[in-house]
């Protein structure tokens, strides 16, 4: 069970800070994400992490601005976002997979378990 929480409205330039809580004895995963889906379109990749080793992706729109980090021993992904757009505009998820390999990182098919979504609206 993954559960996301830090969503709000705030100005563009903006800064967020989301974060993502593994609950259970035990979390087992290979890479935990964050993918976003805006009114009327697709959900898609913004950023994942290598739950071991730390190594991060992200999508070029957030490169420079969005930095996902992880703790492993609280079982928790962030994702702080800065010099927020409008464009940020969307419901946050994350996810986390045991299997998915680094070529598959942004594909949502990749990913057994979801958060339920955190709302950031960015106003201009």
């Known amino acids: 069970q993954l559960q996301a929480s830090g969503g709000g409205l705030l100005q563009a330039g903006g800064s967020l800070r989301l974060s993502c809580v593994a609950s259970g004895r035990t979390f087992s995963t290979r890479y935990a994400a964050w993918f976003r889906q805006a009114p009327g379109k697709e959900r898609d990749f913004v950023a994942a992490i290598n739950w071991g080793a730390g190594y991060t992706y992200y999508q070029d729109s957030v490169k420079g601005r969005f930095t996902i980090s992880r703790d492993r021993t609280e079982n928790t992904v962030y994702l702080q976002m800065g010099s927020l757009t409008p464009e940020d505009t969307a419901v946050y998820y994350c996810?986390?997979?045991?299997?998915?390999?680094?070529?598959?990182?942004?594909?949502?098919?990749?990913?057994?378990?979801w958060g339920q979504g955190t709302q950031v609206t960015v106003s201009s």
């Open positions: 996810a986390a997979s045991a299997s998915v390999i680094q070529s598959n990182l942004a594909s949502q098919n990749a990913y057994a378990n």
